[in-house]
């Protein structure tokens, strides 16, 4: 099915746009009331290379946090009270916290690090994209009978 094409796509986007989530939860500020803060511009060029095994390890952690993200975002479409939403936001970023420590050889700093530099190198990003449609669980296609 082209679905699980486009949602191995929008879990590259996603998992990519997880890393300043994370970044933000790593250093805790009392909640402002607003939309989340853009993320501050990088001063670091994206020139770090990084082998398969660190990507791996990356796309694993990334693809735990794209299922919390997944998971609280449905919570929060049926959540209207903004008391309860900000503490499902907080809870999510906890548990995207423990989503990437939990995977081995992975580190918060290294998880957010890897995931600004895709966010910067359009190879890096290809590379993780890849990694992540290898990844997807692929369901068997029965357009015949």
């Known amino acids: 099915m082209t679905f699980l094409s486009k949602l191995a796509g929008s879990t590259a986007i996603l998992m990519v746009a997880a890393a300043p989530v994370l970044a933000q939860s790593a250093a805790p500020e009392a909640p402002t009331g607003t939309e989340a803060p853009a993320a501050p511009e990088?001063?670091?060029?994206?020139?770090?290379?990084?082998?398969?095994a660190e990507l791996e390890t990356f796309v694993e952690a990334a693809l735990a946090v794209t299922q919390v993200q997944q998971d609280y975002a449905q919570q929060m479409q049926t959540t209207e009270d903004e008391s309860a939403k900000q503490e499902l936001v907080a809870t999510a970023q906890q548990q995207m916290k423990e989503a990437v420590e939990g995977v081995e050889g992975m580190d918060l700093a290294t998880?957010?690090?890897?995931?600004?530099?895709?966010?910067?190198?359009?190879d890096l990003n290809r590379r993780i994209t890849a990694l992540v449609q290898e990844k997807m669980p692929r369901q068997p296609q029965n357009s015949d009978g």
């Open 42 to 52: 990088m001063t670091q060029p994206a020139e770090t290379a990084y082998t398969d």
């Open 111 to 122: 998880y957010n690090e890897i995931g600004r530099a895709a966010q910067e190198d359009e």
